[in-house]
């Protein structure tokens, strides 16, 4: 059996429109129905009907598509254990991705090459919750580091925290009132201007993108990953934001002369979530990040 054709009935099922499965098979129609005959043949009965309301699986169609994927994953892993066995001394490469714009990295990547060599931390930064979950679930990711409480139907290899703090322009005149609404309101940080906002707002809401605010009236602005327009918005509009101290260590030292940091006792809790399945010649290069990044 060609598991090319396998491929073929798989992109055709889950399409069910033979346009776009060509397209996404780089194949011609002609190509792909040759090849879908090709595997009714083979298995003796017929996968798919085409009529009036468009191509439909057939009840055998619907049966063979589950064991179809079974199939090629299990090939997959055999393809890769094969590669794995042939080339004992390869280079591995572990996918990373992170909500954090920089997460200490460096630091931890060295640490882990030097304890099991060989091994690339390739990192995706600054991604939401809901993109670093799809590509998880894609195996687009190996490991992945998010806010604990975004992540509350998965189950996180490794639990750490991370202390909160707000960032202003140096020499802000929010400073100082800010310092007294923290040291008031404690778990939260109370509008500036009272008569227009009266509630407080939780530290904890800050998850895997970072608002960043007006000056008086805390509006939220927008919320983003990008460290540097973050920056800007504070040097240029006179805003703050409320970030993990981690963060800081991804703002260029030039910047930092323009902005003043405001230590809280708030802190948010992370967890590294790891795919579904990851192979086995990666599982110890997982483990080994997963407890470095917990513990820096």
């Not at 033979?18 to 090709?38: C, M």
């Not at 806010?147 to 020499?171: G, H, N």
């Not at 927008?222 to 006179?238: C, G």
């Not at 805003?239 to 902005?259: D, G, H």
Request: glycine letters at 4%.
């Amino acid at each position: 059996m060609d598991i090319r054709n396998l491929e073929a009935f798989i992109v055709l099922a889950e399409t069910l429109n033979y346009h776009k499965a060509s397209e996404r098979l780089y194949l011609s129609q002609p190509a792909l129905t040759k090849k879908i005959h090709g595997l009714e043949d083979i298995l003796g009965a017929s996968l798919f009907t085409r009529g009036p309301n468009g191509t439909r699986l057939t009840d055998f169609g619907h049966k063979t598509l589950e064991n179809a994927r079974k199939f090629l994953t299990h090939y997959e892993r055999f393809k890769s254990q094969v590669h794995f066995d042939s080339k004992e001394d390869m280079t591995r490469h572990l996918y990373i991705g992170s909500c954090f714009p920089i997460h200490n990295y460096s630091q931890i990547e060295k640490q882990v090459t030097e304890k099991k060599g060989n091994v690339v931390l390739a990192f995706v930064t600054g991604l939401s919750v809901e993109q670093q979950v799809s590509l998880l679930n894609a195996g687009m990711l190996h490991v992945a580091v998010m806010p604990l409480a975004s992540i509350a139907p998965l189950e996180p290899k490794k639990v750490f925290t991370e202390r909160l703090v707000y960032i202003f322009k140096k020499s802000s005149h929010l400073i100082s009132k800010f310092r007294t609404a923290l040291s008031k309101f404690g778990n939260g940080i109370s509008p500036i201007n009272q008569s227009e906002k009266k509630e407080v707002v939780e530290l904890t809401d800050y998850l895997n993108v970072f608002p960043v605010y007006t000056g008086e009236n805390m509006n939220l602005l927008l919320k983003t990953n990008d460290i540097m327009l973050i920056i800007e918005m504070i040097t240029k509009n006179s805003a703050y934001t409320c970030v993990p101290k981690r963060i800081i260590s991804a703002i260029p030292e030039y910047y930092l002369n323009f902005l003043e940091i405001v230590e809280t006792d708030k802190k948010i809790d992370l967890g590294i979530v790891w795919a579904k399945s990851i192979d086995d010649h990666l599982v110890d290069d997982a483990e080994n990040f997963s407890t470095l990044v917990a513990d820096v």
